[in-house]
């Protein structure tokens, strides 16, 4: 306790030197924990996306095509429709699932409130592959899906902005495009995609209701589709299912061999992983990068027990000299190292903390602090303590005692 106790004195005696020796350290944990934060807030983020989106997912498209130099739309030759989804889930057994939709924008009206929305026609699989559940009410089924019933399915946001408190949405009728629809179903919130849309700002309508009534196809192609939202049963199986419907809708829409296939799919799963596996490295470089700024913080502290080493060469030698042995007087120089640095620590630490607490909070970024990744800068900073409080000390210790005496 009495080195305690001296080194502690000695730190108070040069106060000022003492809080701007500490400045690199509060700087390099604080931006170390708040990088650490950042991406582990990031890689949250795309678990949550992946989670709401369902897993082990593949979407299929139609390509877009060129007629006499001019570019088409998507899927202007080539679309797809029910046979495929039909024929898809007959003929790939590890295809659990086939989500059938068409989407388009309309006004969705209720009494005096409108409010502009994302209109989604879907099959009863739809909710299955993208993993969306409802809240509360039910969903359709697949007699309302044929029939083209006037029932729709409510996201979060258009109940909010159309009846306050989106429990109050379900049984009432709502009219888009003049059609009147029966909300029987309120969505559970899935928050944000990968593009940051709002995928709560929806209304899910059977398919058949969507292309016969709402978003206006003629009865030719009521059985239209413009995207198919495929659940495969494994990951492993994922590259096979997609060269299997490949072939199969190349063969189905009679696509000569070698001709570039009209159908794009895309392996949602391993692009939301590829993300995060890049947020991952992106975060580790920040942290590496902040790390830098806490050893630049400790040099600090070890050129600053160097300077007070020869300050107080004549008080070390006078202690050795009245029977203060070597290892004494390197443990104090160590334990007033360390203890610049912890102080430092504690004060980047609480400076991190409101950083965090701003970002998250009164920015809106996606934050994860971590109590681990806190615990172990704060160690490392002691470590770094003793790692660059060692060299100071040390010579400190060996110091001849008549030549200590001596210095002017």
């Known amino acids: 306790m009495t080195l305690v106790s001296t080194a502690l004195l000695s730190l ?142 409510m996201g979060q946001t258009v109940a909010k902005e159309l009846f306050g408190d989106a429990e109050l949405a379900l ?41 016969r009534r709402v978003i206006g196809a003629s009865g030719s192609n009521v059985n239209r589709v413009s995207r198919l939202t495929v659940a495969v049963d494994q990951e492993p199986n994922m590259e096979y299912v997609t060269e299997q419907m490949t072939q199969l809708l190349n063969q189905r829409h009679r696509v000569a061999a070698g001709q570039v296939s009209p159908f794009r799919i895309m392996n949602l799963t391993a692009m939301l992983s590829t993300r995060a596996e890049a947020n991952k490295v992106f975060s580790m470089l920040l942290a590496g990068v902040a790390g830098v700024s806490l050893l630049v913080g400790g040099i600090g502290v070890m050129n600053i027990m160097l300077v007070s080493v020869t300050e107080r060469t004549r008080e070390i030698g006078l202690r050795m000299a009245v029977g203060a042995q070597p290892r004494h007087i390197l443990l104090q120089f160590l334990i007033e190292s360390v203890t610049l640095c912890l102080i430092g620590a504690l004060l980047g630490v609480t400076l991190s903390l409101t950083a965090v607490a701003v970002m998250q909070y009164g920015v809106g970024w996606e934050m994860a602090l971590s109590p681990g990744i806190i615990l172990i800068s704060v160690l490392g900073t002691g470590l770094i303590g003793v790692g660059f409080g060692f060299y100071p000390a040390y010579k400190a210790a060996n110091l001849d005692p008549i030549e200590a005496l001596r210095f002017e």
Do not use: H
């Not at 170390?32 to 950042?38: G, R, Y």
């Not at 909300?183 to 709560?200: S, T, Y």
């Open 12 to 153: 108070r005696r040069n106060l000022l030197r003492s809080i701007l020796t500490t400045l690199g350290i509060i700087i390099g944990i604080s931006a170390v924990i708040v990088m650490f934060a950042l991406g582990e807030g990031a890689q949250r983020q795309v678990e949550s996306q992946i989670e709401s989106l369902g897993t082990n997912l593949l979407i299929v498209r139609a390509n877009s095509v060129s007629s006499g130099g001019a570019r088409q739309a998507a899927g202007n030759i080539n679309r797809l429709d029910m046979k495929d989804v039909d024929a898809i889930k007959r003929e790939i057994p590890e295809v659990v699932a086939v989500g059938a939709s068409v989407n388009g924008q309309a006004q969705v009206v209720s009494g005096n409130q409108n409010w502009n929305t994302g209109i989604q026609g879907g099959n009863t699989d739809y909710l299955v592959a993208t993993n969306w559940e409802v809240a509360s009410g039910r969903a359709f089924n697949d007699s309302e899906v044929r029939s083209g019933a006037k029932v729709a399915l």
């Open 171 to 211: 049984g009432e009728v709502v009219r888009v495009n003049k059609v009147p629809l029966t909300v029987i179903g309120l969505l559970k919130g899935k928050g944000q995609d990968m593009r940051g849309m709002d995928q709560d700002d929806t209304l899910i309508l059977p398919l058949s209701t969507a292309n």
